[in-house]
């Protein structure tokens, strides 16, 4: 379920929910809760410690398991050898669990620090983007509405310019042209959403 900037967070079953589905929100938090300021206020809390540990531990394996994709598909184009391909699979459908469960410890420690900084009767009458912003003044971050501005604001310059280099310096046929600006449109998300990439925003 999606918030609008217009709708009240009227319970934390709803605001899980958002930070659960929507993947902008998702990734917000993320970024959030992996800053210097508020892994300590984690750490150093006996009853918290725990949760934000199995989330540092899945953040851990996923970026090993990309490392081992980048190597593996890297494998696969200079040995043509399409047998290895299963070897990727087999790593997505981890990355699938991984991310599962990275999804519920993310919703979950996001609620405990939100009543903790904005408090339960505060927060129900406060939108989503209030909620974030008043987080992103507190730990020094950028706020939830200027990162999705300038997540689209980037995508759409960029499939613009790859559809204009496509159109005049690539010989393609017409029904083509849709499909390799969806791979674009896929690349360039995945690649904003990075950690390197997304914390620049």
């Known amino acids: ?66 490392l081992f994709s980048i190597i593996i598909i890297t494998a696969i184009i200079t040995t043509n050898k399409i047998d290895l391909c299963l070897i990727f699979v087999i790593l997505a459908i981890i990355d699938f669990f991984i991310e599962k469960n990275k999804r519920l410890y993310i919703s979950q420690l996001a609620i405990i620090l939100i009543l903790k900084d904005i408090g339960e009767k505060d927060f129900k009458d406060l939108t989503l983007y209030q909620i974030c912003s008043r987080l992103a003044k ?4 950028t706020s939830l509405i200027d990162k999705q501005f300038n997540f689209y604001n980037i995508i759409r310059n960029f499939l613009i310019f790859v559809t204009l280099l496509m159109v005049t310096l690539m010989p ?30």
């Open 1 to 66: 379920m999606k918030i609008s900037p217009q709708e009240n967070i009227t319970s934390a079953e709803s605001l899980l929910s958002t930070i659960k589905v929507d993947p902008n929100t998702y990734r917000w938090f993320t970024f959030l809760l992996t800053q210097k300021k508020v892994a300590n206020i984690f750490r150093n809390n006996a009853e918290n410690k725990p949760l934000y540990a199995k989330l540092s531990h899945s953040i851990s394996i996923q970026q090993i398991l990309v």
């Open 138 to 141: 507190e730990y020094g971050i």
């Open 172 to 201: 393609i046929t017409f029904f083509f042209l849709p499909f390799l600006i969806l791979i674009s449109y896929v690349l360039i998300k995945i690649l904003l959403r990075t950690d390197i990439v997304y914390r620049h925003l």
